[in-house]
Nanobody, 113 residues
C-alpha cells in the first residue's frame, strides 16, 4: 500500500530555516506528482508546494521565494526547504501523493521566539 512519512519539523525562530522530508513507499515514486500541504489550528488545509513528475513546481503565494520543493526519485523522497520562516508558517505539514490520495501523519513546524 502506498504510504508516505514526513520528518524534519520542529521549533525554529522567525527568520530561521528547516528542511522537511517525505519518504514514500509502496509505489513508483518518480511517476507521481508530489505535494506539500499544511494545516494550522482552526484553518483549512492549504497547498504549499507541488512538484510534477516532470519537475514543474508551484507554490502558494505566501511562500514564494522562501520555500523550495525538491524531489529525489532515487531515494523516494521529496523535500521542502523552508527559509525565512515566519510565525504564520506554523502548522502541521503533510506530504501528499495526489493521485493515490496518500497522506502521511504530518510533521509539526512551529515558528516562534
Amino acid at each position: 500500500q502506498a504510504q508516505v512519512v514526513e520528518s524534519g519539523g520542529g521549533l525554529v525562530r522567525p527568520g530561521g530555516s528547516l528542511r522537511l522530508s517525505c519518504v514514500g513507499s509502496g509505489f513508483t515514486f518518480g511517476i507521481y506528482n508530489m505535494k506539500w500541504f499544511r494545516q494550522a489550528p482552526g484553518k483549512e488545509r492549504e497547498l504549499v508546494a507541488g512538484s510534477t513528475r516532470d519537475g514543474v513546481t508551484n507554490y502558494a503565494d505566501s511562500v514564494k521565494g522562501r520555500f523550495t520543493i525538491l524531489r529525489d526519485n532515487a531515494k523516494n523522497t521529496v523535500h521542502l526547504h523552508m527559509n525565512s520562516l515566519k510565525p504564520e508558517d506554523t502548522a502541521v505539514y503533510y506530504c501528499n501523493v495526489h493521485s493515490l490520495s496518500a497522506w502521511g501523519q504530518g510533521t509539526q513546524v512551529t515558528v516562534s521566539s
